[in-house]
């Protein structure tokens, strides 16, 4: 896979992190503020420059009342309408 598939790909899973903070009513500063992260922690996660590993996803997702399985079922469908 080249570089390209993988950029198109990790911008649809920042959107839909993006989307589902929004979707919540959290601002940066409150999902910050209840994952107890530093200020930059959701400006660097929604940017790329932060990943989150499989267990802080799930307590993001958390926070953000969706479980992981529905966050996995949403990008699923994101990378399927792309045909990713």
């Known amino acids: 896979m080249g570089r390209y598939k993988w950029s198109v790909q990790e911008s649809l899973l920042l959107d839909l992190l993006k989307s589902i903070r929004l979707e919540a009513g ?5 999902i910050q ?18 990943r989150l590993d499989i267990l802080e996803l799930n307590e993001y997702c958390k926070v953000c009342n969706i479980s992981l399985t529905e966050f996995a079922k949403r990008l699923e469908e994101k990378l399927s309408q792309r045909n990713l």
């Not at 959290?26 to 409150?30: A, E, I, T």
């Not at 503020?33 to 932060?50: C, F, I, Q, T």
Request: net charge positive; glycine share 14%.
């Open 26 to 30: 959290l601002s940066g500063p409150n």
């Open 33 to 50: 503020k209840l994952l107890g992260r530093p200020n930059s922690y959701v400006a660097k996660v929604e940017s790329g420059d932060k």
